[in-house]
């Protein structure tokens, strides 16, 4: 059973849409990260939230848009996105980003781009 | 650049085979390292991590991972594999200059035949 939801579990939209994917961890850690998690390729981490501020942002494209309101739920806002942005995206936290702490995953969202 | 390499994508073994799987990471200095696993349409979770200590890890499900420094390797072992390990595996290293990021490989899926 894990401590981190995602929903939606899946996503279909069309390169005009906005859409927003929800994270919310029950296991009272202080940081949270989203993840891409394409087939054959690693895991691509894509930013990473300590005590609600952005502590990394990998370079990913201005159409992902991020927010994290408070340490519990974490978004990732969807704009004008590609298709070649279909993938399972994945939310984790861990206790602290910075120490050895384990990161607990999400079930993923599986997002199409049409 | 600091990598991990998984080196079989892909491995179907028969029930009771014994199971191997490849991690060679690139970085010379003090690592952290992790196998997550994900069974079929569910989360990454946790097998097992080294931090420090024994180079031998012993992990959840009968799994065990061996630390090589010399040769930059963490491969996951388990004796006798289970029609219920099918599942796609995963290495990652954080070492001190990955700052929050778990480096991952691009997986082994890993398929069991009854």
């Known amino acids: 059973e894990t401590g ?44 990473v939230y300590s005590l609600e501020e952005r502590v990394e942002n990998n370079s990913v494209p201005s159409r992902f848009s991020p927010e994290c309101p408070n340490s519990s739920h974490l978004f990732l806002h969807l704009h004008t996105l590609q298709p070649e942005d279909s993938a399972l995206y994945l939310c984790a936290s861990s206790q602290d980003p910075t120490s050895t702490d384990t990161q607990y995953f999400g079930p993923g969202t599986r997002l199409t781009v049409l | 650049a600091q990598s991990v390499s998984q080196h079989n994508h892909h491995v179907i073994l028969s ?33 097992l991590k080294y931090f420090s200590g024994d180079p031998l890890v012993k992990g959840i499900k009968g799994f065990e991972a061996e630390f090589i420094k010399s040769k930059f390797s963490f491969n996951l072992r388990k004796p006798s594999v289970q029609w219920s390990d099918t599942a796609e595996y995963f290495c990652a290293v954080r070492t001190e200059d990955s700052n929050y990021q778990l480096i991952w490989g691009a997986g082994t899926k890993l398929i069991i035949k009854p």
């Open chain 2, 15 to 47: 029930e009771a085979a014994s199971l191997e799987l490849g991690c060679n990471y690139s970085y010379g200095g003090t690592v952290n390292l992790f196998w997550y696993v994900q069974y079929p349409g569910q989360h990454l979770q946790l097998l």
């Open chain 1, 4 to 47: 981190v939801t995602q929903t939606p579990r899946h996503l279909v939209m069309g390169m005009t849409n906005k859409k927003s994917l929800k994270c919310e961890q029950h296991l009272g850690h202080n940081a949270m990260y989203w993840y891409k998690q394409s087939a054959k390729k690693p895991l691509e981490l894509m930013f």
